[in-house]
């Protein structure tokens, strides 16, 4: 409303109210009545344009003083060599210093690596961290004050990490202080540094077990390394080092038998005046699968192709593939899990009569589109899948389409397609009302809605098509530009794996959300419960038993909701486990079960000598100081002097006139004291 025309309301309405009321004879005198007047008048006013009249700006100032954050590292490895009393005065000094900083008029805050949080307190503080990523650290950081009154950051770590990426790549704006506190004499040890292996073997499959020997102090002195199943040692092996310091690998030869997880032990046997025996063992879990998968690929003809695709697939180690080309290869009588046909069908009926046979055994199928492709004969080999060629080709690019989502795809390798040169298509309209598009089609820099890749993985079999002559280009033009076919890769097997993927049709769906747990983290289950069309359902009760190897049990009961669809559990011990859980559906009992295991490898003790260089080099990128825990108050009264401004900050903000307190009070004021005032005179 017009401000103008409010006034003209607000003035309008307070004078006939006063009118009204003091219009009249009354028993005091004009003065006083005029007086009344004016008080009523401006009360009624007040009233009617707390009412009526428009929101108010308000401005609201605060001043935000300088964040300064202590940031802990509070792995194991900090402490491995330092006495009870050096800790308590490691604490004690960065506490004292801390509310040093807070005095000063610093907003102090705690965090360390525990989940990354603030902490209360550096007394509440405790070094029992088995991974160090301090580069994490320090981007929470960033991250949670990004915008704020940051003044600076104090890590006080050994300057050892084995998580992550090393801090010194990392581009900070604030300054780092860095305060070294660690061991820095390398003692007599011998570690298991790695272990290469495997986590998934093929059933009755030899597979090597390479552990990297890390040693310090022990030259020309023999070193036994066992490996050891089920509390039984199956192999050792002894080593010696020529000099104090070096590494050396050590390789077992392992059977892959029997259960569905394999859990090995390697073990270095102890040596009198080693530093810690704490690395001195490794477990190691290994999934055990029956057998490979099994994919055949039927060509026409020998074709560049061929050798791209293979090369693909042989990226993933259970995948087993076999060429097939009529009248020159034999064929092969085995269980096929997926079969690619490369052009065919064709018009001179090489390898056309596969087609049916294995449609019939439903195997999923994969159809590669080239020039010598019968376009008829492949619409009529593909269920709902229909191509309306005019016999001409068309250049085209591909890209992915937006819609697609049964597979995510690394987003920094999508632009390498855009590089890729364009394949020879049939020109013409595609008819898949079912099928699923992959990549489009690119024609110079317009998106089609024709496919390069569709996909139809609902039905049984599952099929897909590839459209385009020059595949092979795309994975050698790839590996000149980038020196690796990670793209090219990545897109064959996601799709292949998506073909070969088995429909489940179980009601109760339970399984661990990784097959390998650390000790650390909690222990995940997805649960699903589906009714006999298979829409979710919620409200069931489940029972789970979980067995270690050791045969020991845990019980436990829940039920499955909406609002947690994951069954968590903690502090259960390493080793492997087996679950078997039930629930009843319809009156049903459903049961679920399978494996999984929970490792626990304590990095912090491999390397434990600390590393203050790169502690230094930090802080000299971030025009910071390195400093040590005798220095400390120089450092405080340094940061205090140098300590930067508050900064006052304003929120603008709109209320409405009605709710500002003092002009409510004001007009309360005003009735109170004209009513007195009446009351008073009136009786005189």
Known sequence: MNPFVIILICVATASFFTW??????????????????????????????????????????FSEKPIFVFAIDNSKSVVSNASSKQQTDLKSKIANTAQQLQKNGFDVKFTDLKSYKNIDSINTLKFNQRTTDLSEILNNIRTEFDGQNLAGTLLVSDGIFNLGSSPLYENYTFPIYTLGFGDTIKRQDLAIKTVKYNRIVTNGNKFPIVAEIKNIGFSNQNIEIKLIQNNQIIATKTIKFATNESLKEVEFLATASGDKILHYTIEISPIKNENTFKNNIQHIYIEVIDSKTEILIIAAAPHPDLKALQAALSQNQEYATTLFIPEISVWADKKYDLV????????????????????????????????????????????????????????????????????????????????????????????????????????????????????????????????????????????????????????????????????????????????????????QFETECLNDIFEKITGNEISLTLTHE?????????????????????????????????????????????????????????????????????????????????????????????????????????????????????????LFLEWVSRKYLGKQ
């Not at 092979?472 to 993927?501: C, G, H, P, Y």
């Open 550 to 670: 050791s045969k020991k049990k845990y019980d436990f009961m829940f039920t499955n909701t909406n609002a947690n669809p994951v069954f968590e559990t903690n502090g259960l011990p390493q080793g492997v486990y087996t679950f078997f859980a039930k629930t009843k559906i319809n009156n049903k009992e459903e049961i679920a079960q399978g494996s999984f295991s929970i490792s626990e490898t304590d990095f912090e003790f491999i390397n434990t000598l600390a590393d203050f260089e790169l502690l230094k080099k930090l802080s000299t990128s971030t025009n910071a100081k390195y400093i040590d825990v005798n220095s400390i108050i120089d450092f405080e009264g340094s940061i205090i002097k140098n300590k930067k401004s508050d900064i006052l900050h304003y929120i603008e903000s709109y209320q409405e006139v009605i709710n500002f307190k003092m002009l409510f009070l004001l007009l309360l004021l005003l």
């Open 20 to 61: 009204l009321l003091y219009s009249t004879q009354n028993p005091w005198s004009k003065s006083v009545n005029y007086i009344l007047s004016a008080v009523r008048f401006v009360a009624i006013a007040l009233l009617v344009w707390m009412l009526l009249a428009p929101e108010q700006k308000q401005n609201t100032a």
């Open 340 to 523: 690619i046909f490369h052009q065919i069908p064709n018009s001179i009926g090489i390898g056309n009569n596969y087609i049916e046979k294995i449609k019939k055994l439903e195997i999923p199928q994969w159809y590669f589109v080239g020039n010598q492709t019968n376009i008829g004969l492949l619409s009529q080999a593909l269920n709902g899948f229909r191509i309306m060629s005019s016999f001409q080709q068309d250049k085209v690019q591909g890209d992915f389409s937006a819609t697609f989502e049964k597979f995510s795809f690394e987003q920094d390798l999508k632009p390498r397609f855009a590089s890729f040169p364009p394949l020879l298509v049939p020109f013409g309209e595609y008819n898949m009302p079912s099928w699923e598009t992959i990549l489009v089609q690119k024609v110079g820099s317009v998106l089609t809605n024709k496919p390069i890749l569709s996909i139809n993985s609902s039905q049984n079999p599952s099929q897909a098509v590839w459209i385009g002559e020059g595949l092979w280009q795309w994975r050698m033009i790839e590996n000149a530009t980038n020196s690796n076919t990670a793209a090219f890769d990545q897109l064959i097997l996601k799709t292949s794996l998506l073909l070969v993927s088995k429909k489940d049709k179980r009601k109760f769906r339970f399984s661990p959300v990784v097959p390998q747990f650390d000790s650390n983290q909690p222990t």
